[in-house]
Nanobody
Framework: QVQLVESGGGLVQAGGSLRLSCAASGRTFTSARMGWFRQAPGKEREFVALSRSGGTTYYSDSVKGRFTISRDNAKNTVLLQMNSLKPEGTAVYYC???????????????????WGQGTQVTVSS
């Protein structure tokens, strides 16, 4: 059974930092695209960042320069370092993984097969 488990969320003041972690189990995700999404109340789930198996990374314009995604294939984990957090970053953050590497840069939620349960990030002003 494939499982993605996020951790590291919490409450932080604007300008602060948090590091989210996603531990994958049940299969190897070495060749998969691993992504982070977030969903604020009343809004659609939106793409945040993605890491391809070779290490190439992509970010949404709203987090570029402040967030860093990284992965440790040996440990089947993916991290999201979030710096200079803003109140509009308050959301549930989800880790996701694709089932294949057919899509080069998956940025839509429907392109991911596996999801974690989410971790709440609250940024106070």
């Amino acid at each position: 059974q494939v499982q993605l488990v996020e951790s590291g969320g919490g409450l932080v003041q604007a300008g602060g930092s948090l590091r989210l972690s996603c531990a994958a189990s049940g299969r190897t995700f070495t060749s998969a695209r691993m992504g982070w999404f977030r969903q604020a109340p009343g809004k659609e789930r939106e793409f945040v960042a993605l890491s391809r198996s070779g290490g190439t990374t992509y970010y949404s314009d709203s987090v570029k320069g402040r967030f860093t995604i990284s992965r440790d294939n040996a440990k089947n984990t993916v991290l999201l370092q979030m710096n200079s957090l803003k109140p509009e970053g308050t959301a549930v953050y989800y880790c996701a993984a694709t089932a294949t590497n057919n899509i080069i840069t998956p940025r839509r939620a429907e392109e991911y097969a596996y999801w974690g349960q989410g971790t709440q990030v609250t940024v106070s002003s």
